[in-house]
């Protein structure tokens, strides 16, 4: 089945700089990659989404890109500000035993520090 | 707004005692799901609905039941909750279409507690 790996698991920065982070998929099939944020009590929110047949998307101070030949995908948050700190889960969903269940990566800490 | 909405948002149930949490949504999907979430963790997938169609997953265990009894409402029963059961459950929907997914949506989550 599919496996989603996600990296890294924690990550700090600096209030205005950008952070990036990184999953990879293991089912060729998968075609919608979203990403969440799940504050502390909270469920996750979705923040961006992208599909098979794009390369990359942009929603203001988010984007993802996406490399299917190598099964990769990226989020990338510039501008960061102290809100931004949370939990991002990626996820990747219809693969070749298509349900529409997402497969969670194991999530990113981010700390934005004033 | 549309939405799923799960109660209650927070569950204290005694070790043994039979517990149910409950998701509603009225963004008429076609799929709903149930995860598990423990801390700092991802969520994990128990099972899902699609329509009437119920899907377990291998790994999980036969305390957990759900039940889907019309498109609006999906209820997940523990029968005999267990120290380790207590995390988050957290309800979703999405609208399947073919191999596509859309509008892929959770509740806040119903936090459960055993004692």
């Known amino acids: 089945g599919e496996n989603v790996e996600q990296h890294p698991s924690t990550l700090s920065v600096q209030e205005g700089d950008s952070a990036v982070i990184k999953c990879t998929y293991s089912?060729?099939?998968?075609?919608?990659f979203p990403w969440y944020k799940q504050e502390l009590g909270k469920g996750p929110q979705l923040i961006i989404d992208?599909?098979?047949?794009?390369g990359e998307k942009k929603d203001q101070r988010i984007a993802v890109t996406l490399n299917k030949t190598a099964k990769h995908f990226s989020l990338h948050i510039t501008e960061t500000q102290p809100e931004d700190s949370a939990v991002y889960f990626c996820?990747?969903?219809?693969?070749?035993?298509?349900?529409?269940?997402?497969?969670f990566g194991q999530g990113t800490t981010l700390q934005v520090k004033p | 707004d549309a939405m799923v909405i799960q109660n209650p948002r927070y569950q204290v149930t005694q070790f043994g005692k039979p517990v149910t949490l409950s998701c509603s949504q009225t963004?008429?999907?076609?799929?709903m799901y149930w995860y598990q979430q423990k801390s700092s963790q991802a969520p994990k997938l128990l099972f899902h609905?699609?329509?009437?169609?119920?899907?377990n997953e291998a790994d999980t265990p036969d305390n957990f039941q759900s039940r889907r009894p019309n498109t609006s409402f999906c209820f997940l029963d523990i029968r005999s909750p267990g120290l380790g059961d207590a995390a988050m459950y957290l309800c979703?929907?999405?609208?399947?279409?073919?191999?596509?997914?859309?509008?892929?949506?959770f509740g806040s989550g119903t936090r459960l507690t055993v004692v």
């Open positions: 979703a929907t999405s609208l399947l279409s073919g191999r596509t997914t859309y509008g892929y949506t």
């Open positions: 089912d060729s099939a998968s075609n919608y």
């Open positions: 992208i599909r098979s047949n794009v």
């Open positions: 996820a990747a969903s219809g693969g070749s035993s298509n349900t529409g269940k997402l497969i």
């Open positions: 963004l008429n999907h076609n799929v």
């Open positions: 609905y699609y329509d009437k169609d119920f899907n």
